[in-house]
T-cell receptor, first 116, second 116 residues
């Protein structure tokens, strides 16, 4: 089965705290892409990062970092020193490259609230 | 400006009254897709199109139709809307979904549909 699980439905943190959003995926494919998208309160969906299954190097972009571990099928997203503008729903997504290459499978999302 | 344009942003209609939500992209993308977003379920794919005149069902196609007569347009048609189609709808496009290539999805701003 191809599936993305985001077990944290809602998270609240106080501004400047670090927060990690979990993403666990399932796929039969050995080649796949993983994504994170952000949906701020205004509603649009914004692409954050893409990672392919052959590249397990962690990535850092400013206050954002991503930890990809094939051994645990996880692609977790950490925000360091969170800010109110980080308040949003975050979606993890999986794009298999062989069995269902025409699909992008989304997780249910994690709603993050950063309290000033 | 590269974008995916959906119209309308908000739509309230009654059961059984046919409606069309338009979607247009100006990036010459091959792949286009429709998703619906419901609380706790994330984004679920309704229909997608790999290219002109090539469309296929996603995970929740019942009650919807699509067409892809031109590369830039991918309208979503509800022939006889029902209250369970009340949802937030997103159109998305991507350069290509070929197995050897993957690019992120670019989303429209969403259409909030209410069927009474």
């Amino acid at each position: 089965a191809q599936k993305v699980t985001q077990a944290q439905t809602e998270i609240s943190v106080v501004e400047k705290e670090d927060v990690t959003l979990d993403c666990v995926y399932e796929t039969r494919d050995t080649t796949y892409y993983l994504f994170w998208y952000k949906q701020p309160p205004s509603g649009e969906l914004v692409f954050l990062i893409r990672r392919n299954s052959f590249d397990e190097q962690n990535e850092i972009s400013g206050r954002y970092s991503w930890n990809f571990q094939k051994s645990t099928s996880s692609f977790n997203f950490t925000i360091t020193a969170s800010q109110v503008v980080d308040s949003a729903v975050y979606f993890c997504a999986l794009s298999p490259r062989k069995t269902s290459y025409d699909k992008v499978i989304f997780g249910p999302g994690t709603s993050l609230s950063v309290i000033p | 400006e590269a974008q995916v344009t959906q119209n309308p942003r908000y739509l309230i209609t009654v059961t059984g009254k046919k409606l069309t939500v338009t979607c247009s992209q100006n990036m010459n993308h091959e792949y286009m897709s429709w998703y619906r977003q419901d609380p706790g379920l994330g984004l679920r794919q309704i229909y997608y199109s790999m290219n002109v005149e090539v469309t296929d069902k996603g995970d929740v196609p019942e009650g919807y139709k699509v067409s892809r007569k031109e590369k830039r347009n991918f309208p979503l048609i509800l022939e006889s809307p029902s209250p369970n189609q009340t949802s937030l709808y997103f159109c998305a496009s991507s350069l290509s979904m070929a197995s050897s290539y993957n690019s992120p999805l670019h989303f429209g701003n969403g259409t909030r549909l209410t069927v009474t």
